[in-house]
């Protein structure tokens, strides 16, 4: 087997770590929104979810090959020993000189201006698919065919074709996704160079694309290797950063780099092609995809202003609106101030009502007291808070860690005496005082500077 592209490894690694953020994030994403939308099921909700995104996934995957399997067997021609045997052990020959134990099933079909070859597995068998067009250009040199049964084993065997629904999110990130896509067509290439017997085969191989199938006999190759010295041009460098594909001129000085082993053979991209490169994700028009890497970005871009606005929220949000909105999320929707009914049950429901304000107000100022001590009635403005009662009814004490009820004579329980019921914060009790006149603020400021 061939030694993969250099930078290939590297490559790889940053794509799975990305990629491992990416799908991290978007399931946390999802257990968050299903835990605000069914806080009961939200781990249920998000397994559902994913489970769905893997069967969508297959699906499209398994019927894009059934897709170009029924072309193979309903228009392509297979090969066997009965069916144009040259080529069959051709395939034979390379698969050995590739160290496979198995050869690839081979087929040869007419599509036009359609790709050279193509490679696709099924049921655990590895297919490589020839252009009629391509093996007749090459019937006076048929060793170039070899190169192009090479590159497609080459293509099947890499670690992208096994990873490539993991790794999707990856290829279209700025820089590395190009990148990625580049490095596996180098390594395929490689794969390509050793099933020739001849290193020269490679570069004419190629040289049908530079010059069309008729021409390409007078190739010099290289002087069209010399053409990627382009690269030094800061936009004919960004235009190929930007792209998974590399320029044919730049495919052909890499193989004469390896077959020559003078990595100087491939020049230098200008510095300034790889700035600009940064801010242009690998969107790749025009080639098949596009729609599925479109969504990505904008998955990407989702993600993104989520994360910055909870960083943003961990940095800049006061102590007050980051209780507040747990408190909102806590409690129920705000409740219309209780109809007045006699008896125990509607002074049950009352002092539960009551309980719960002060108890949202003490979490409150326990949090500000930790995180910044000072007064303990500095809390900031409590009518943010969404409370079963006004918030002018409570206030804090500023000589003590309590939060307590501010009401008129009787208000809450008609017909009986009022109760001044406080909420000591650090100790996380109740207290209460019997009160017969409307209860003062002895000692106490409301809640309301910061």
Known sequence: MPIPYAREKGLLIAAAICAALFWGSLVYVLYTAADRLIPENAIAATAALVLIVVILTYLASRLRRVGQMAFLRGHAVELSDKQYPDLLARVRQVAKRLDLTTPPDAYLYDRGCSA???????????????????????????????FFIGYEIGWRQHPLTRWWAWLAPARVLPLLGPAIGRARIYTADRFGLLACRAKADAALALAVFASGPRRWRSFNIAHFAAQSASATNPMIALMELTQPEPWLSRRIAHLRAVATDNPAVVPARHALA??????????????????????????????????GYAVYGALYESPLSRASGRAARALPAPAAPPVARSGLAAANETRELLDADLKTLGDLAATRFRKHGGN??????????????????????????????????????????SYVRAYHWKEARFTEQLSRSPAGRTNAEPGSSE
Do not use: K
């Open 116 to 146: 050279a070859s193509f490679s696709l597995s099924d049921g655990g068998r590895d297919i490589v698919a020839l252009n009629a067009e391509l093996a007749g250009a090459f019937s006076e040199h048929p060793g170039a065919l070899d």
């Open 274 to 307: 790889y700035l600009i490169a940064l801010f242009i994700p690998g969107l790749a028009w025009r080639r098949p995809g596009t729609s599925g890497r479109a969504v990505f970005i904008l998955l990407w871009a989702g993600l993104a202003g989520i994360t």
């Open 376 to 417: 303990p009635c500095e809390v900031g403005n409590i009518g943010a808070l969404r409370l079963n009662f006004p918030a002018q009814r409570y206030a804090y004490s500023c000589d003590e860690p309590l939060v307590y009820t501010v009401v008129a004579f009787a208000e809450f329980e008609p017909g009986r005496p």
